[in-house]
């Protein structure tokens, strides 16, 4: 099957922890995006990737961060500098063509212990 | 900067009745637009785009976008609403530089 995945679907961390989500995509695409979702806050972006080796800040970039080593592959630290991470976090890719959609993973939600 | 604004939190349609959803936007440059549904605890899922052309886009299941570059709108509409139509629905704009920006959703329960 063709698309992203996201893992684990749930995830929960400790005072203090480092977590890492996974996002793994097999669509060949160039562009990767991480966001985050809160209630009644739609959605926020976090970093993306436009090219392997290369990422840049979204809006809220503090307390995460991201490596791009290979093409398929964007996944997303959540620091303990990050105080409130619990949330609900969105992987997406696309073709770098504006006229191309975004697809979307089926998401990991983050619980603080 | 770009931006979407979706000025209603919550939709109520009954079922059968027609259904429309608002957006607008704020671009510089030609507007790629964007409409997608999210169930609850799931990834967002695409349902149509605007690109250039006919102002009147379809998509999945039965889903249809009205773009209006006057009033820099893109309101998503279907003629006759189902039960399984209630969900988060997003409106979103992508720049050339590739980044997308998203309205805050607005929620769409049909009521049997």
């Known amino acids: 099957d063709g698309g992203i995945t996201q893992s684990p679907k749930y995830l929960f961390r400790k005072e203090g922890q480092n977590v890492t989500l996974s996002c793994e995509q097999n669509l060949n695409h160039d562009a990767m995006y991480w966001y985050r979702q809160d209630p009644g806050q739609g959605l926020r972006l976090i970093y993306y990737?436009?090219?392997?080796?290369?990422?840049q800040k979204g809006d809220i970039a503090e307390g995460y961060s991201v490596s791009r080593e290979k093409k398929e592959s964007f996944p997303l630290t959540v620091t303990s500098a990050q105080k409130n991470p619990t949330a609900f976090y969105l992987c997406?890719?696309?073709?770098?063509?504006?006229?191309?959609?975004?697809?979307f993973g089926p998401g990991t939600r983050l619980l603080v212990l | 900067a770009q931006s979407v604004a979706q000025p209603e939190d919550q939709v109520n349609v009954a079922e059968g009745n027609p259904l429309t959803v608002k957006c607008t936007y704020s671009v510089s440059g030609n507007p790629y637009l964007f409409w997608y549904v999210q169930y609850p605890n799931r990834g967002l899922q695409f349902l149509l785009k605007?690109?250039?052309?006919?102002?009147l886009v379809k998509g999945s299941y039965g889903f249809e976008a009205e773009f209006n570059k006057s009033q820099t709108s893109f309101h998503l509409k279907k003629p006759s609403a189902l039960v399984s139509d209630s969900a988060l629905y997003f409106c979103?704009?992508?720049?050339?530089?590739?980044?997308?920006?998203f309205g805050t959703g607005t929620s769409l329960t049909v009521i049997p």
């Open positions: 990737s436009q090219i392997v080796n290369d990422f």
């Open positions: 979103a704009v992508r720049d050339i530089g590739n980044q997308f920006y």
């Open positions: 997406a890719s696309s073709f770098p063509q504006s006229r191309e959609t975004q697809y």
């Open positions: 605007y690109i250039t052309g006919d102002n």
